[in-house]
């Protein structure tokens, strides 16, 4: 199975909006509603920011919110924060039954 | 609140098994059909997942590494476990455990971490 397409790198200014994409096939991305997105501190465990493509688990900030389009997946930013810097990965379900991450971004907050 | 914690040998000779276990603590494993998995991830590179398993044994694996993967759980200890054979020094990694969801997809839990040198 091939990793799902991630920029390497995305950079923003505190208060503004940013929004990460996350390229698979039909075969995952496109053909399921089971992505999700995970936020990583360095040197901390990763951490569920969004399931199921929209969904936010409790205790995640609002500002954090996910949409999908055909094979594309988007995590979105609103009002960009300092501890928002870290890397961000995507996951999807694929029709083997089985989960794919993508390659990660890096969010610099300016 | 669920705490889950990877444990086992942090240095590995080249050709042997990785063994790991995570213990599962402040739940049931086999409470509300959750799935539990394992994640590697290379220093400096990104995440990549290496199988789940549900209670009952039902294994799913990460086609690249299936040859060589085993999941298994003991449900009397509350634990599950990772096996990976003939490791070479790609396989150096921190390894994650983690609680996926009831619809397996999307992984809610994480343990700390456990970093596993491959090196003779």
């Known amino acids: 199975q091939s990793a799902l397409t991630q920029p390497a790198s995305v950079s923003g200014s505190p208060g503004q909006s940013i929004t990460f994409s996350c390229t698979g096939t039909?075969?995952?991305?496109?053909?399921?509603?089971?992505v999700s997105w995970y936020q990583q501190h360095p040197g901390k465990a990763p951490k569920l920011m969004i399931y199921d493509v929209t969904q936010r688990p409790s205790g995640v900030s609002n500002r954090f919110s996910g949409s999908k389009s055909g094979n594309t997946a988007s995590l979105t930013i609103s009002g960009l924060q300092a501890e928002d810097e870290a890397d961000y990965y995507c996951s999807s379900y694929t029709s083997s039954s089985t989960l794919v991450f993508g390659g990660g971004t890096k969010l610099t907050v300016l | 609140q669920l705490h889950l914690q990877e444990s086992g040998p942090g240095l590995v000779k080249p050709s042997e098994t990785l063994s790991l276990t995570c213990t599962v603590s402040?739940?049931?494993?086999?409470?509300?059909?959750?799935?539990w998995g394992w994640i590697r991830q290379p220093p400096g590179k990104g995440l990549a997942w290496i199988g789940t398993?549900?209670?009952?044994?039902?294994?799913y694996y990460n086609p690249s590494l299936k040859s060589r993967v085993t999941l298994s759980v003991d449900t009397s200890k509350n634990q599950f476990s990772l096996k990976l054979s003939s490791v070479t020094a790609a396989d150096t990694a921190v390894y994650y455990c983690?609680?996926?969801?009831?619809?397996?997809?999307?992984?809610?839990?994480w343990g700390q971490g456990t970093l596993v040198t491959v090196s003779s």
């Open positions: 039909s075969s995952d991305v496109g053909g399921y509603n089971y």
């Open positions: 398993i549900f209670y009952t044994g039902s294994t």
């Open positions: 402040g739940g049931s494993i086999t409470t509300s059909n959750y799935f």
């Open positions: 983690a609680r996926l969801g009831v619809t397996g997809t999307s992984l809610w839990y």
